[in-house]
């Protein structure tokens, strides 16, 4: 018997491309003898429950395939199916089965917990105060090169214990899981030591273990150069850092950017990681054109991330070598800018979209508000938002095979939320739409 069974799901959103496969990929030419096909003209596929099986998703085709283009308006929409949880996994999807426990989802929405992409949740202190003067007209550059931004937060992250910055960073989880977030990324880059960016580390590491969230970590060491610092100096001391960092780390990331970071010191920091076997991911063309998006294509990054000002010839290497593009709502918000959204949908790159949580340039770390900002910033449709904060944002972490879609096998990481369509997600801005969070199986 199954452990669990959410009913009468009012749209379950599966996210799940088996099920689009079964249907075809053009939207006109599916379902059509299907009740509840409400929203061809945006190009969704909703289908009322799947004709003879009472499960679907059992051939056994790899899960979790990226989605690029048109194709990140398909959300594989069932009406009126159940989905049922055993130890931990979704164990179907269709007609209900005898569980020991019954969640009645009728009329709402149901779908894959958010998965955050790109995040520097760990820091001490905040930026308020210079919040107030970027709002009286200094940039983010000018605060930086007068001892604010990034080396404001690295002195206060240096400064507080490893126990002080763990339960900041809990209370933030806490939030977090209530805006949705089952899975996060988490970058070091506030220690800019060898000694503080362990310490960094090693709360993440804490964090994935005590918080129900899970955390994915990375290396960040080349977040920036301190004033007093010598940059080649630095730079060495990082690629003496690799080893130790890539116990804890997952990925080896690094700020590419004018006066940070130039593309062949960033090339060095990441080939370095490759080594220890750090997959790359870069910190690319956000404040101006550097090179990033065309390293991450010549690297194979599995993400460049912000892109405001990537060339054309960053976008077409990124295609080839299968990079995703991971936006940031948040930060085009508070630094004014935007990521050229329509570029990276027409050249076929895939887009994941992330809160960028940090206490400079995005601090927003509700994943409902970051879908609302997408939508109405950047021109996403909100179908397309769903897809880069799921699968796609899952696919930019490399673990598209355990989370980011509802399919059988796959950890369930599950929402309730309290509306009746996925649309109303950025429409009903500042909302939290999340009812229930069941983060691998369990209801939170
Ligand atoms: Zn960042």
Same mark, same amino acid.
């Given at each position: ?17 088996? $099920? ?46 990226? #989605?690029?283009? @048109? ?8 009406? %009126? ?37 790109? =995040? ?6 905040? #930026? ?5 003067? #970027?709002?009286?007209? @200094? ?26 910055? $763990?339960?900041?960073?809990? #209370? +933030?989880?806490?939030?977090? &899981? ?10 070091? %880059? ?27 970590? =990375? ?13 080649? @100096? ?19 990331? *690094? ?14 920091? &990441? ?5 220890? %076997? ?8 956000? &404040?101006?054109?550097? %090179? ?20 054309? @010839?960053?976008?077409?290497?990124? +295609? ?17 800018? +935007? ?49 880069? =904060?799921?699968? /796609? ?9 355990? *989370? ?13 939320? /309290?509306?009746?369509?996925? +649309? ?12 229930? *969070? ?7």
């Amino acid at each position: 018997m199954d452990d669990l069974v959410i009913l009468n799901i009012g749209e379950l959103i599966t996210l799940s491309s088996e $099920f689009l496969d079964k249907r075809g990929i053009n939207p006109c030419t599916t379902g059509e003898s299907s009740q509840g096909i409400n929203s061809l003209a945006t190009g969704e596929n909703v289908s009322s429950l799947p004709p003879q099986d009472s499960s679907i998703g059992m051939t056994g085709k790899k899960q979790g395939k990226v #989605r690029a283009g @048109k194709e990140m308006r398909e959300l594989g929409i069932i009406k %009126g199916a159940s989905i049922g949880i055993k130890d931990g996994k979704i164990s179907y999807i269709g007609e209900p089965r005898k569980a020991k426990k019954e969640i009645d989802a009728k009329g709402k929405v149901v779908m894959p917990g958010f998965v955050d992409p790109h =995040t520097h949740l760990v820091f001490a202190g905040s #930026r308020v105060d210079e919040f107030e003067l #970027r709002i009286l007209g @200094k940039s983010y550059k000018e605060i930086a090169e007068s001892g604010g931004g990034i080396a404001n937060t690295v002195k206060n992250t240096r400064n507080a214990s490893e126990e002080e910055l $763990f339960q900041q960073a809990m #209370r +933030k989880l806490d939030y977090a &899981l209530l805006q949705g977030t089952t899975t996060i990324e988490i970058k070091s %880059g506030y220690g800019l030591s060898s000694k503080d960016e362990i310490k960094m580390l090693r709360v993440i590491e804490s964090l994935n273990k005590k918080h129900p969230i899970s955390v994915v970590p =990375t290396f960040l060491g080349a977040h920036s150069v301190l004033p007093e610092t010598n940059k080649e @100096k630095y730079i060495e001391k990082l690629l003496g850092m690799m080893g130790e960092a890539s116990k804890f780390a997952k990925f080896c990331d *690094v700020f590419c950017e004018q006066g940070v970071f130039t593309k062949e010191e960033s090339r060095k920091i &990441l080939e370095c990681g490759l080594n220890f %076997g750090l997959r790359p991911k870069i910190h690319a063309d956000e &404040l101006t054109s550097s %090179g990033g998006s065309e390293l991450a294509g010549e690297i194979g990054a599995i993400s460049a991330e912000h892109l405001v000002y990537p060339s054309n @010839k960053g976008i077409e290497l990124m +295609k080839k070598a299968g990079v995703v593009a991971v936006l940031l709502p948040g930060a085009c918000l508070f630094l004014a800018h +935007k990521s050229p959204v329509k570029k990276f949908m027409d050249a076929g790159v895939p887009i994941a979209i992330g809160s960028d949580f940090n206490p400079g340039s995005s601090p927003v770390l509700s994943m409902p508000i970051i879908i609302g900002l997408a939508c109405i910033l950047l021109g996403f449709t909100p179908a397309e938002a769903i897809t880069a =904060t799921t699968i /796609n944002a899952a696919y930019a972490l490399g673990i598209e095979d355990k *989370v980011g879609s509802l399919e059988i096998g796959k950890d369930a990481d599950i929402l309730i939320l /309290n509306i009746n369509s996925h +649309k109303e997600i950025p429409y009903w801005f500042g909302f939290n739409p999340v009812e229930k *969070v069941i983060k691998k199986g369990e209801v939170i």
